[in-house]
């Protein structure tokens, strides 16, 4: 077999980097809180960095940045290439404004840890809620999206 037919297609690849994207921030944003030391799953052999609070920190914003580059990338080939074409589902619309929310609660608490920017703390205690529960809410929805084969986009 030719080694060229079994190549990865682009949007295969870019699919592939959003799911590992996605596994890392949903894995490294629950590890800033301290269940993985709590529950002991830190204390696995190879697991322990999930309880480095920086380390699990730095990569979660590492994630953000090559989720918003995904999302970003994905919004310019549709807008540019696709818009005329295909319309966005009900679904994908669903998970679009989940999205959406999740990346501006993010963001929000991104700010919040900038010197400068002051928020109460009910401010800050509703931010993490939200952010967590927008968490929830969007991979629950993607992965009902993804069992019951449902796209982002249909053809018009």
Do not use: C
């Not at 596994?23 to 590890?31: E, P, Y």
């Not at 995904?70 to 074409?85: G, H, Q, S």
């Amino acid at each position: 077999m030719n080694p060229r037919t079994i190549a990865i297609h682009p949007g295969n690849r870019r699919k592939t980097i959003y799911l590992i994207t996605l596994f890392v921030i949903t894995l490294t944003g629950f590890a800033q809180m301290p269940i993985f030391k709590r529950y002991y799953i830190a204390d696995i052999p190879g697991l322990g960095w999930l309880d480095e609070f920086y380390v699990t920190h730095y990569l979660h914003y590492l994630a953000a940045a090559v989720l918003l580059a995904v999302v970003f990338d994905r919004i310019a080939e549709y807008l540019l290439m696709f818009r005329k074409r295909y319309r966005i589902t009900v679904s994908g619309r669903i998970r679009a404004v989940l999205l959406f929310g999740l990346l501006l609660t993010g963001a929000l608490m991104v700010i919040k840890n900038f010197p400068g920017y002051w928020f109460s703390q009910p401010a800050i205690i509703a931010m993490d809620f939200l952010h967590i529960a927008m968490t929830v809410f969007y991979l629950s929805v993607a992965l009902w999206a993804l069992i019951s084969g449902k796209k982002w986009i249909e053809e018009i």
